[in-house]
């Protein structure tokens, strides 16, 4: 219904400024609310509204979520019942926590006031009784005293008393006490000196979609508890905004109060078609994070729906990475589980007359704008055959779907429940050859599991009202679905289907890659879990899609990497250094830190040999500006070993290229401080390096826009370099797939599953500092 012209002056009339007016009718809902409002009024009250009465109308009009309620509410303020916001407010959150009609009027006037009076005297009796209360503090403090304190605790003593009568009261007692304001009195007070912020508590915000994005530091559980957000608690779904209450919506919650204790339940509900990849890091710490922050418990549910495209490969992969990332499900479940109680809710739909068995193709009713389907009016007991005949086998596939009567969010009508497909299932085998979809399953899954906060991306959105739907046409009991941004990362695809591109075209060796962001791969490159996890909780829980950039996940891996990874000596590109004047007959063994800024974590020992390596780069014969390594006539020191040693002899093959160099070396404290340290193995281990850089050239490489040939054109060249004879120090001989290491001066490595008892072979995770050029 429409303002209409004589709406501004309706507005005016009950104290509207004429800009309040005019703001007002720009919002088309708002002012059909409040004329409605102002019309029933004026019915009880005359043309004449005062503007005390107008603006509690215009509050119930711009604040009522549940619209039905709108008379009941105007015609309470009408008729005197409720007569300050404080009522008002109490007003409105009893009708959000009491959805269903009638309304217990008597219950309702309680709850909010009505008829009680508060007099002077109980005011300034309230009053006296905070103000003795903190007397002491009081006199000592005098008007630098926190005065809302006294405020707040006559109100609640007072509840419904007016705030400004309060206050007034609060002035009054004050000034009698403690006499005018001296110069004392009116001098600022100083501030009080911020506490430092506890590890893990101080909060950077996150947002948006600049691929560099503010990251959050407060840890993820802190984000997650109690009100961190604006969550219902268990068994108050009615009070969620666009929540479907029916007449059958307080029992059955009752019901899952009883079944639940009033538990937090989520579940994280991967298709078993693929690898989880970083964008389901955030889900996972989402839906597990938020039942254990809350004390509550979470579910891992395949939804093993489509037999087509499942493997016993992904359902494995997907609950290993969910423990690696330190969770543990509360069960595992899948959507098979519960087919027989789907087929049934399946026919009782049909039967009350929500669902009908279509016969058109899958291409006629893509898109958005799909002709209707001829059968959607067919006779209950027709389609109660027909779907019976699809269970048995006695059409093909695509013949027939089993079709939900409803208009979705975005448009789309009518979606499909129950389509055919012959192909047996990893679990049922040849029992069934109709499956239900995700837009059937997946809210009945989660109300038979009593799921009480269904987390999903925002993507989802345009199904809740589906969600919603189909729970409340079975008559059974309705989660809450919450949407949250999609975590994206740049200079990556995570698609199955891109990445199957990559894997046929052999840019990619497999799914766990470690050029690729799957979480199998993030886990073979060496990136700890708690990096993964800490990087999510920087991210934080963001309704707007978040896309960022690589980097900003590796900082979060130097953080753990740089407390947990030991130290050892390898060489990339070795240059063989014989030492002339060796000290001792037999190699000598040097005591290496662990960590050397935290040597009571051990140490481990190294061979010190006449014969060591080190790297081709830290030597040259001609000395440019600023070169501190070695070079003839610039000594260098030998980390750890105490040694600096200095060029005699430079050794060349045919072609001219250094192969060997001679040096004499000197004790580090009888030699003059050398410019340098650099790194060195003895008797060392050949070992093969992986060095990674990113997959792709360009940021969005699915972007048409900067890559206008596709993403498979946009595969960098150089992102893989392998070095086959790199020279590691013996103290990783017995590391283990997974083990991760800092080379010095080189960065963190991790043990690729490659290695063999004769060769080991190492991944870079990431170098020691980040890259300027990729900031």
């Given at each position: 219904?429409?303002a ?33 409002a ?6 009880i ?8 009465t107008g ?7 711009s ?17 005197k ?18 959805p ?18 508060v ?59 403690l ?7 009116l ?49 108050e ?29 989520t579940r ?21 994070g ?13 939804d ?11 359902f ?8 690696w ?13 519960y087919?027989d ?20 193709r ?16 067919r ?10 005949g ?9 013949e ?24 047996p ?19 009945l ?5 009593h ?35 999609r ?5 990556t ?34 990136f ?6 800490a990087?999510?909780?920087?991210v934080?829980?963001?309704v ?28 990339l ?15 000598l ?9 935290d ?25 440019d500006k600023?070169?501190?390594r ?41 030699a ?11 008797e060392?281990?050949?070992c ?29 060249p ?5 070095i ?8 990783v001989h ?42």
């Amino acid at each position: 219904m429409a303002a209409g012209p004589d709406a501004l002056g309706l507005f005016t009339a009950i104290g509207l400024s004429e800009h309040k007016a005019r703001e007002t009718l720009k919002n088309e809902a708002l002012s059909a609310l409040l004329r409605e409002a102002v019309t029933q009024a004026q019915g009880i009250l005359g043309p004449a509204v005062d503007k005390a009465t107008g603006t509690l109308l215009y509050n119930v009009a711009s604040r009522l979520k549940d619209q039905k309620h709108l008379r009941f509410l105007v015609g309470c303020i009408s008729s005197k019942k409720i007569v300050t916001d404080l009522q008002l407010n109490a007003a409105l959150e009893y009708v959000r926590s009491h959805p269903l009609e009638p309304i217990d009027t008597a219950d309702f006037e309680r709850e909010c006031g009505v008829g009680v009076v508060v007099t002077p005297e109980q005011i300034e009796e309230a009053v006296e009784a905070a103000i003795n209360k903190h007397r002491g503090q009081l006199l000592l403090e005098r008007y630098h005293f926190n005065m809302g304190l006294l405020m707040g605790e006559a109100r609640g003593r007072l509840r419904w008393a007016d705030g400004k009568s309060i206050k007034n009261e609060v002035d009054l007692q004050v000034l009698h006490l403690l006499g005018p304001k001296t110069e004392a009195d009116l001098e600022k007070k100083p501030k009080a000196g911020r506490a430092r912020p506890v590890e893990g508590e101080k909060q950077q915000t996150a947002v948006e979609e600049n691929g560099d994005v503010a990251l959050e530091t407060k840890s993820l559980l802190e984000q997650l508890r109690g009100e961190a957000l604006k969550f219902h608690r268990p068994g108050e779904n009615y009070k969620t905004e666009g929540y479907v209450v029916t007449p059958h919506t307080m029992e059955l919650l009752k019901k899952h109060l009883e079944i639940t204790g009033g538990q937090v339940r989520t579940r994280f509900p991967p298709e078993p078609n693929g690898i989880l990849h970083i964008g389901h890091a955030k889900a996972i710490n989402f839906n597990f994070g938020y039942a254990r922050a809350n004390g509550g418990i979470c579910f891992l549910r395949y939804d093993d729906t489509n037999p087509e495209k499942e493997e016993e490969k992904y359902f494995t992969a997907i609950r290993e990475m969910v423990e690696w990332l330190g969770y543990k499900p509360y069960a595992v479940t899948h959507a098979s589980d519960y087919f027989d109680q789907l087929y049934g809710w399946a026919v009782e739909l049909i039967r009350r007359g929500h669902a009908y068995v279509c016969h058109q193709r899958v291409e006629e009713i893509k898109g958005h704008n799909p002709p209707p389907s001829p059968w959607r009016d067919r006779p209950v007991e027709e389609s109660l055959l027909l779907f019976e005949g699809m269970r048995k086998g006695k059409f093909e596939e695509g013949e027939a779907t089993l079709r939900m009567k409803l208009v979705m969010e975005d448009g789309k009508m009518d979606p499909v429940a129950y389509r055919i497909k012959y192909t047996p299932h990893h679990r049922t085998a040849d029992r069934w050859c109709i499956y239900p979809t995700y837009d059937y399953t997946h809210c009945l899954c989660d109300s038979i599991e009593h799921i009480t906060h269904s987390l999903c991306t925002k993507e989802f959105q345009a199904r809740r009202s589906s969600y919603f739907w189909l729970c409340n046409a079975l008559d059974v009991y309705c989660p809450v679905q919450w949407e949250y941004g999609r975590l994206n990362l740049l200079y990556t695809v995570v698609s199955k289907r891109k990445i199957i591109r990559l894997v046929e075209t052999g840019a990619v060796r497999d799914w766990d890659d470690p050029r690729l962001f799957t979480l199998t791969a993030l886990r073979r490159r060496g990136f700890p879990a708690e990096a993964i996890n800490a990087f999510c909780a920087r991210v934080g829980v963001t309704v707007a899609q978040t896309t960022m950039e690589p980097h900003q996940l590796e900082a979060c891996v130097r953080e753990v990497l740089n407390e947990r990874a030991p130290r050892a000596m390898v060489v990339l590109e070795p240059l063989r250094v014989s030492i002339a004047n060796f000290p001792a007959e037999k190699a000598l063994e040097v005591l290496v830190p662990n960590f050397p800024a935290d040597e009571t974590k051990g140490f481990h020992s190294v061979p010190f040999q006449p014969h060591i390596y080190i790297e081709q780069t830290d030597f040259r014969e001609v000395v440019d500006k600023g070169y501190k390594r070695l070079a003839p006539g610039q000594p260098v020191g030998l980390r750890h070993a105490g040694y600096v040693i200095a060029v005699q002899n430079i050794i060349k093959d045919a072609s001219g290229q250094v192969v060997e160099l001679e040096v004499t070396c000197t004790k580090s404290d009888a030699a003059e401080k050398p410019r340098a340290f650099i790194h060195w193995v003895s008797e060392p281990l050949v070992c093969e390096v992986r060095l990674y850089e990113r997959l792709f050239l360009h940021k969005n490489p699915e972007d048409p826009a900067e890559v206008p040939a596709g993403f498979l054109s946009d595969v960098n060249p150089d992102s893989l370099c392998v070095i086959d004879g790199a020279l590691a120090d013996r103290s990783v001989h017995s590391a283990q797939p997974f083990d991760k290491f800092q080379f010095e001066r080189l960065g963190y490595f991790s043990v690729d599953p490659d290695s063999t008892e004769g060769k080991m072979v190492f991944n870079r995770t990431v170098t020691l500092k980040e890259d300027p050029g990729k900031v």
